[in-house]
């Protein structure tokens, strides 16, 4: 099952990637690709810890999983900006600000590439 999680997020890096070099647009697509990447490697980690993940796309309830540390606590206080481009910006007319700006995009993609390092480290 990690291997998946890991295949997975790697297709998500390599959108995030094209996106990147497309100027980070569409900015939408690109910050739901920054969220589905962090998600998945999350659950890749805590299948790595000997923890099953549960079927849920909450970046913080997820990282509430990871072993408690200074590291977690730096992985909270980023995935709060990702939380909401798992289904925010899927469903656009139920929002009202539902389009992502190129820095939102820029910062959603910044984020997912800090987080998979804080991982890295755990």
Not at 62 to 73: A, F, G, V
Not at 89 to 105: G, H, I, K, Q
């Amino acid at each position: 099952m990690r291997r998946l999680s890991e295949k997975k997020a790697a297709d998500d890096w390599e959108s995030m990637e094209l996106y990147r070099m497309n100027g980070y647009a569409p900015y939408g697509p690109m910050c739901f690709h920054s969220q589905q990447y962090v998600e998945k490697s999350i659950k890749a980690k805590l299948l790595d810890l000997g923890i099953i993940p549960p079927k849920i796309h909450s970046l913080l309830a997820l990282s509430k999983l990871l072993p408690s540390s200074d590291i977690r606590e730096r992985i909270l206080d980023k995935v709060i900006v990702l939380e909401p481009y798992a289904v925010d910006v899927r469903y656009p007319d139920m929002l009202v600000n539902a389009t992502p700006s190129e820095e939102e995009a820029v910062e959603a993609y910044d984020i997912a590439k800090g987080i998979s390092e804080l991982l890295a480290d755990i």
